[in-house]
């Protein structure tokens, strides 16, 4: 069975700074579930994706606005999710996204 969070992801993050966009790309590596996060600053690798049911756990590192490491917590629902982000000791940032429709396939002339 596909993992529900397979797909390219627009996300924002509500945080004390203010809100933070991004994709998050998730795509299944063998089974396992693997993915991206990028900002206009950076990419990063996400870490310890599982998918159980509808929710969805990782954790990543970024650098940008400042170094942090966080955890995610958050549930599927068709195209779109929602959740939180922690890092630490900080309050919990609300996050919630909506999967982008997938690319048009093209078929060859003849």
């Known amino acids: 069975m596909a993992h529900p ?7 924002s993050l509500k945080t004390p700074i203010g809100t933070l966009r991004a994709t998050y790309v998730f795509h299944d590596t063998g089974g396992v579930p693997a993915g991206t996060a990028s900002t206009a600053a950076e990419t990063v690798a996400l870490a310890a994706v599982t998918c159980a049911g509808p929710r969805v ?4 590192s970024v650098t940008r606005p400042m170094r942090l ?3 995610f917590d958050v549930v ?11 890092a630490g ?3 919990r940032t ?5 999967r982008r429709p997938p690319a048009p396939t093209t078929r060859p002339a003849g």
């Open 76 to 86: 599927v629902d068709g195209d779109t999710l929602a959740g939180h982000s922690r």
């Open 5 to 11: 969070v397979i797909g390219t992801w627009d996300v």
């Open 89 to 91: 000791r900080l309050p």
């Open 69 to 71: 490491h966080l955890d």
């Open 57 to 60: 756990t990782w954790r990543q």
């Open 94 to 98: 609300v996050v919630t996204g909506t």
